[in-house]
């Protein structure tokens, strides 16, 4: 990850968006001062419902940008709970204790989590214990910690590279697939239904087609994240480069299809083959170092 990427990405986490977010925003040419800039309707352009309300919620304080650099070098850019060297899970910095009540943005207050675990966090418990008290947080970014500077030590073995990497293409390699799968679906589609001369295919009957595809789409845009990082940590530029391309044009379908349209697939269908050209060549690559 270039410099620059690092410290947008680290002003928009700092802001409070989560890393899936934050990187859709950098994908599009969004900065931090950009994205308090637009208005609703500049950012309907690129984001959905749920996006722009969090969008519109930064309101506090950004944390220092050496608190939120130090946390991800710490973390590996990983959550503290799920603990696991090999998943990109998009990531949010959440603060142990509230920050309502104490405005504490400390290094010592912080903690990154995925979206999933960040929920659980914010679950109120009113009769049983909560699963994730601060002290459990603590506890479990300490020896997070400890782990990762282990692994960049050398004295934490992780899985042998090849074996890694093999696993990295399979993810990239089935996201790909259930891409290509969904994007026939849309040419069938398009294929039963009428043409609109102005703006694309009118879809007959929206209720009953459009959202099997809406469930596959928000399916593949969590998975993308994963796809993403497992590729923009390989030496393909060019694997990387389409798989974000393909990650980010996923909002793009889902807003076309919430206008009871169907895009066009052609220019997609075109990405995919050249993403699974790249594949296929990361595939050579990694035989040849295993050899």
């Known amino acids: 990850m270039s410099a620059k990427k690092e410290q947008l990405l680290t002003n928009l986490l700092g802001a409070g968006l989560d890393s899936g977010l934050a990187q859709k925003a950098f994908s599009l040419g969004f900065n931090l001062s950009k994205l308090k800039g637009s208005n609703e309707s500049e950012l309907q352009r690129y984001f959905d419902e749920t996006e722009i309300q969090k969008i519109q919620s930064l309101k506090r304080k950004p944390i220092s940008p050496d608190v939120i650099k130090r946390l991800i070098d710490e973390c590996d850019w990983k959550c503290c709970v799920c603990a696991k060297f090999d998943e990109f899970p998009p990531i949010i910095i959440h603060h142990i204790e509230e920050h309502s009540t104490t405005q504490d943005d400390s290094y010592e207050n912080l903690v990154i989590l995925c979206l999933n675990h960040h929920g659980v966090v914010h679950t109120t418990h009113h009769i049983s214990r909560h699963p994730m008290p601060p002290e459990l947080l603590r506890g479990r970014k300490q020896s997070w910690i400890e782990q990762v500077a282990k692994y960049k030590a050398g004295n934490l073995v992780p899985e042998k590279q090849p074996v890694r990497l093999q696993n990295e293409l399979d993810y990239i390699e089935s996201w790909i697939a259930k891409f290509d799968l969904m994007l026939k679906q849309l040419s069938l589609m398009r294929e ?30 969590h998975e993308g994240w994963s796809a993403v990082g497992y590729a923009s940590e390989m030496e393909s530029k060019d694997l990387a480069q389409i798989i974000a391309q393909l990650w980010v044009l996923i909002d793009f379908y889902k807003k076309r299809l919430a206008d009871h349209r169907i895009p066009g697939t052609v220019p997609l269908m075109n990405d995919l083959v050249n993403a699974k050209l790249a594949i296929s060549k990361a595939r050579k690559a990694q035989n040849t170092m295993a050899h």
């Open 192 to 221: 039963t239904n009428e043409q609109d001369n102005e703006d694309g295919f009118l879809i007959v009957d929206p209720q009953k087609e459009i959202k099997p595809i809406q469930r596959q789409l928000v399916e593949l845009e």
